[in-house]
Nanobody
Framework: QIQLVESGGGLAQPGNSLRLSCATT????????MGWYRQAPEKQRELVATLEFDGTTNYADAVKGRFTISRAITGGTLYLQMNNLKPEDTAVYYC???????????WGQGTRVTVSS
């Protein structure tokens, strides 16, 4: 059974950094595109970044150059390093495992990030 559990959210001041973690269980990384999404209050969920098994990454324009998605070399943890945070980064951040061919799309429960002075 696949489980995704996020952690690392919290309150940060503008310009500061946070690192989100997504502990995964049951994920075969070669079968999935792993990603981070976020949902701000009263807005739709949006893509933040994705990571494929071969290391290919994709970022939303709003976070390019500030956020980095990565995966632990061993174990099943996905990370999102967020630098130079801005108030508009405030959202609930979700870890996602999207199958490359067929099967269910998996989500974590989310971790809240608030950027405010």
């Amino acid at each position: 059974q696949i489980q995704l559990v996020e952690s690392g959210g919290g309150l940060a001041q503008p310009g500061n950094s946070l690192r989100l973690s997504c502990a995964t269980t049951g994920v075969t990384f070669s079968w999935y595109v792993m990603g981070w999404y976020r949902q701000a209050p009263e807005k739709q969920r949006e893509l933040v970044a994705t990571l494929e098994f071969d290391g290919t990454t994709n970022y939303a324009d709003a976070v390019k150059g500030r956020f980095t998605i990565s995966r632990a070399i061993t174990g099943g943890t996905l990370y999102l390093q967020m630098n130079n945070l801005k108030p508009e980064d405030t959202a609930v951040y979700y870890c996602n495992a999207q199958p490359k061919s067929w099967g269910a799309n998996y989500w974590g429960q989310g971790t809240r990030v608030t950027v405010s002075s």
